[in-house]
């Protein structure tokens, strides 16, 4: 999650496959026209697929530190659109749960470079985030592992 949002901040420049939308949902006028977008687009030679404007992670929301609205950055402002991502301390809680469950957002952590200071204030939100008696050691080692890829070897 947040690849989209992680490019337009300069942070990554490999493209996205899709733009993960958490508030508000997605609007079906809108779902509708962002199909129509990618049928266009896959009628041009260009490869979009018909979810790519995705408010599945939208639930996300309702388990981040509450303000988290409050703490929103500009990614991207234009004439007719402004976009808005999670600012710095969320988006590293979601590349870090996604780091820890999914095992792929390695690179963009990386790239995120947090410092050994928010790995340390960031650790008690990821190993929250599941039931399994197991989760929180697997959450300590893999934030540990970063941190020594980061070079702050913890």
Not at 89 to 100: G, H, N, P, T, V
Not at 104 to 133: F, G, M, V, Y
Request: hydrophobic share 40%; charged share 30%.
């Amino acid at each position: 999650m947040g690849c989209a949002a992680l490019g337009l901040l300069g942070v990554i420049s490999r493209p996205s496959r899709d733009c993960d939308v958490l508030h508000p949902r997605v609007p079906e006028a809108i779902r509708r026209a962002a199909q129509e977008f990618a049928a266009e687009c896959r009628r041009a030679g260009e490869v979009l697929a018909d979810d790519w404007l995705n408010d599945g992670p939208s639930s996300l929301v309702d388990d981040l530190p509450a303000g988290w609205g409050d703490r929103l950055q500009t990614a991207y402002q234009g004439e007719a659109v402004t976009l808005r991502t999670l600012g710095r301390l969320d988006l590293l809680r979601s590349k870090l749960f996604a780091l820890c469950d999914r095992a792929i957002d390695l690179p963009d952590c990386l790239a995120l470079r947090p410092s050994k200071t928010e790995l340390e204030e960031l650790l008690p939100w990821p190993e929250a985030r599941d039931a399994n008696p197991d989760w929180p050691a697997h959450v300590r080692a893999t934030i540990v592992d970063l941190g020594r890829r980061l070079g702050h070897g913890v």
